[in-house]
């Protein structure tokens, strides 16, 4: 059965900072691993997804790697901002006849202006 | 293009009634999720539907919740009877093609916040 951890839980950092969340998962037959963010009271939304093929996918000021035969995922975030802000989220999609997405429980982000 | 779009987006009820949620998926996507995410928690997929047919519900509560896809488009989510650990926020979620393992993104909705009491 796939498990998720992301670590820290919760992370406070000043604006400008750059930053790393950490997510590892057990079972590294995945297809791909997503990040996703979420704000208060919202859905999830997607950021990033690495093909299991990939290393590392890059969108704007984020930076998501992977390394499948360890286990872990980074998501790297420059020049962090308030609006960046959010409950980050990593899931891992189970290889397989199983398509089924497990999720972290997330990293809680404040970014202090 | 329209997002997912799911109501109500509140609900409180009081143990052992029963409720539902609905969710339109975004236009053309074949695949459907029901998320349950409990407080501090990652989302649990409840059960995925390609089309209108369950692709995946080994999560779902079977005696109390149930769900369904008419014509593989709109689809409901049911809890009868409710419990006390089913407050949660449940979300819906839909992606174009099977499951996401060719790199479909998924696409989420609000979600629905329930309280039991």
């Known amino acids: 059965k796939q498990e998720v951890t992301q670590i820290p839980a919760a992370l406070s950092v000043p604006e400008g900072e750059n930053l790393v969340l950490n997510c590892s998962f057990t079972?590294?037959?995945?297809?791909?691993l997503q990040w996703f963010r979420q704000d208060p009271g919202k859905g999830l939304t997607s950021l990033l997804l690495?093909?299991?093929?990939?290393r590392e996918q890059t969108s704007g000021r984020l930076n998501a790697s992977l390394d499948k035969s360890s286990g872990r995922s980074t998501l790297y975030i420059a020049a962090s901002q308030p609006g960046d802000s959010a409950t980050y989220l990593c899931?891992?999609?189970?290889?397989?006849?199983?398509?089924?997405?497990?999720f972290g429980k997330g990293t809680l982000l404040t970014v202090n202006p | 293009e329209a997002g997912v779009a799911q109501s109500p987006r509140y609900k409180i009820i009081e143990k052992r009634q029963s409720v539902a949620f609905w969710c339109n998926p975004i236009s053309g996507h074949a695949t459907l999720y029901w998320y349950q995410q409990i407080l501090g928690q990652g989302p649990k997929l409840l059960i995925q539907?390609?089309?209108?047919?369950?692709?995946?519900d080994s999560q779902l509560p079977k005696d109390r919740f149930s769900a369904e896809r008419l014509k593989g488009v709109d689809s409901t989510l049911k809890i009868q009877p409710a419990k006390l650990e089913d407050s949660a926020v449940y979300l819906c979620?839909?992606?174009?093609?099977?499951?996401?393992?060719?790199?479909?993104?998924?696409?989420f909705g609000s979600g629905t916040q329930l309280s039991v009491l």
């Open positions: 690495i093909q299991s093929s990939q």
């Open positions: 539907f390609q089309n209108n047919g369950v692709v995946d």
């Open positions: 899931a891992a999609l189970g290889g397989g006849s199983n398509y089924k997405l497990t």
């Open positions: 979620a839909s992606s174009q093609g099977q499951g996401g393992r060719h790199g479909e993104k998924l696409f």
């Open positions: 079972d590294s037959a995945i297809y791909n």
